[in-house]
């Protein structure tokens, strides 16, 4: 069964740090475009990060205070959040493309559970 875990969530201070992490397990051929998504407390889901073999882009909002990257070795994906604000609250999801035995030779994207991040101020 191929899934997506995170993990790192948790509460903090506004200007504190948290790392995420997201590890997709299972028979995996290939990852493609890995991304980050959250959900705050009613609004609609919306995209944070990307990060594809080659580039990286932010959503205005988080630019210069996430950073994402990938560990191809450990088939993960991190978000590196500082400077975190109240705002930033919100369910993350990450999101990938892989190539499973299940696709078809195509890629597939899948969702992970989502891991909660809380900021007080």
């Known amino acids: 069964q191929v899934q997506l875990v995170e993990s790192g969530g948790g509460s903090v201070q506004a200007g504190g740090s948290l790392r995420l992490s997201c590890a997709a397990s299972?028979?995996?051929?290939?990852?493609?475009?890995m991304r980050w998504y959250r959900q705050g407390p009613g609004s609609q889901r919306e995209w944070v990060a990307v990060i594809t073999s080659s580039s990286t882009n932010y959503a205005d909002s988080v630019k210069g205070r996430f950073t994402i990257s990938r560990d191809n070795g450990k088939n993960t994906v991190y978000l590196q959040m500082d400077s975190l604000k109240p705002e930033d609250t919100a369910v993350y999801f990450c999101?990938?493309?892989?190539?499973?035995?299940?696709?078809?030779?195509?890629?597939?994207?899948?969702w992970g559970q989502g891991t909660q991040v809380t900021v007080s101020s």
């Open positions: 299972g028979i995996i051929f290939s990852i493609g475009t």
């Open positions: 999101n990938a493309d892989l190539r499973t035995p299940y696709s078809n030779g195509h890629y597939s994207a899948y």
